[in-house]
């Protein structure tokens, strides 16, 4: 929208910051193909505690993501976190050839099952807080370099 007010995330927004404590009722946390021109993502502290899908694919343009505590995650306490019975969750981020630090805050996604992080190639720092991915029975960091898998 050539019209945005400031609160409007369209083709042409650069950073999004979210604030404390929102979209708890949203699913899953996929942004748009069209974000193209997106740089930052920063995510406040418990925020989005249903999302059991959170992807960024593609986002070109995309420097860093920050995630505060107690996101994407129904798991609240230390009881919360060990005595989980989920079975889902899954956290991707894959083609992004600009992302160059991932930060995560203490205890998101501690009852999510999966992490991929795929052809990041710029990739400097990954930050997690304790508790993270705490139930995570797949992991799996690759690239590819030079053109070859």
């Known amino acids: 929208s050539p019209n945005s007010s400031g609160s409007t995330i369209d083709n042409h927004t650069e950073s999004v910051t979210i604030s ?34 959170f992807e960024l694919d ?32 899954s956290y991707r981020i894959v083609n992004c050839p600009k992302l160059k630090s991932i930060q995560i805050g203490y205890r998101s996604f501690s009852d999510y099952h999966s992490f991929e992080l795929n052809n990041l190639p710029s990739l400097q720092s990954i930050d997690m807080g304790r508790y993270c991915f705490y139930y995570a029975l797949s992991f799996s960091l690759t690239s590819v370099i030079d053109g070859l898998a």
């Open 20 to 53: 404390y404590g929102v979209f708890n009722n949203r699913e899953p946390f996929i942004p748009s193909y069209y974000m193209h021109s997106l740089k930052r993502i920063v995510i406040g502290n418990e925020c989005f505690g249903k999302v059991r899908v």
């Open 58 to 89: 593609g986002l070109d343009e995309l420097e860093s993501v920050e995630i505060g505590q107690e996101c994407f995650t129904y798991a609240k306490t230390y009881d919360d976190i060990w005595n989980s019975e989920r079975t889902d969750g």
